[in-house]
């Protein structure tokens, strides 16, 4: 049997279009792009083309596009920078975010740097708008709002377009972690009252180790590597040429085919759930699954028992790879952080199922009648 690979919130493979793109700057085109001579200047030109691509579909200006080796570099700086340079000594975040930016607030907060303050889920995972405008209008130091446009693990949307009215409302810097929708939605930077987004290029068929910073003309930070000049002073060392080229070409794909893929991959997701719904009457969801959702990922949950408990490790025998997030693992605390926030039901096994353009609904059903099988 083929392998089935449902896992593509966690990684997603290379676009072979984007390898194409990728592969003279790993051949002859190897110049470092801090040389004068003519190898240094085509990929110097290489990295400019790519920045003012990226700038493009996501309408910023190419001053503000910087590149990264991925979605926790990028939100480290972002939050760092914040503190240092903006001079934020208050944050609210949530406690369903990535851990690239959890743990990064939880360092500040130890070090004394900060206070943070944490904004309420409704119980469908939302976050609770009400509730972070309370902390906001509370707030009497320089705030910091980092919460995540896309949960990674239920697939919640937040109206980021909201939230930056807010902060623009009471005067806070706002860092939105936009990894898992970069590549997958529209955006319009020129709209939405945002600092800082975050992207990483292997979210959306691009390669591992490259990621985005967008940082805000209209606030001046410094930088979070210190070395030679590159990035326009602000990440210094020699850049990832190949990385950052296949980021663009990824990025321009993504977007050439936004309503496509988003059509496609959503039909894959509500035939998944409807077969779910029908075969495990007793099933659960996490999240607002079918509402403002992300369409490329579902998370389930199956009554624990002695088939379920074992649930990942035997799809991953019978060549199926998904994810689990339990609120509890057989009695630690090794479970996911965000299931265990909005869902801390003990007696459920979570998994999720991510997809992309390259599923079948011929692979679902594959999936479901392994899933009877087993439990």
Known sequence: MNRIYFDNAATTALDSIVLES???????????????????????????????????ILNANPAEIFFTSGGTESNNTAILTSIRDLECKHIITSVIEHHAVTHTVEHYVKSGMITASYVNSLPNGHINLEHLESLLAASTQKTLVSLMHANNEIGNILDIKKVGELCKKYNAIFHTDTVQTVGHFPFDLKDIYVHFITGAAHKFHG???????????????KPYIFG??????????????YGIVGFAKALEQASAHYDHDRDYISGLKIYMHQQLVISFPEIGFNGDVLGNSLY???????PKSEKSEMLLFNLDINNICASGGSACSSGTEMGSHVIRAINNNTNQVTVRFSFCKHNTKDEIDIVVNKLKELL
């Open 296 to 302: 490329t990922l579902i998370s389930s949950s199956f």
């Open 22 to 56: 990728m592969m003279p700057y790993m051949t002859e085109k190897f110049g470092n792009p801090s040389s004068i001579y003519s190898y240094g200047r085509e990929t110097r030109l290489a990295v400019e083309n790519a920045r003012k691509s990226v700038a493009k």
């Open 207 to 221: 390669p591992k180790g490259v990621g985005l910073l967008y940082i805000n003309q209209n606030i001046q930070v």
């Open 228 to 241: 030679g000049g590159q990035e326009r002073n602000m990440r210094a060392g020699t850049e990832n040429i």
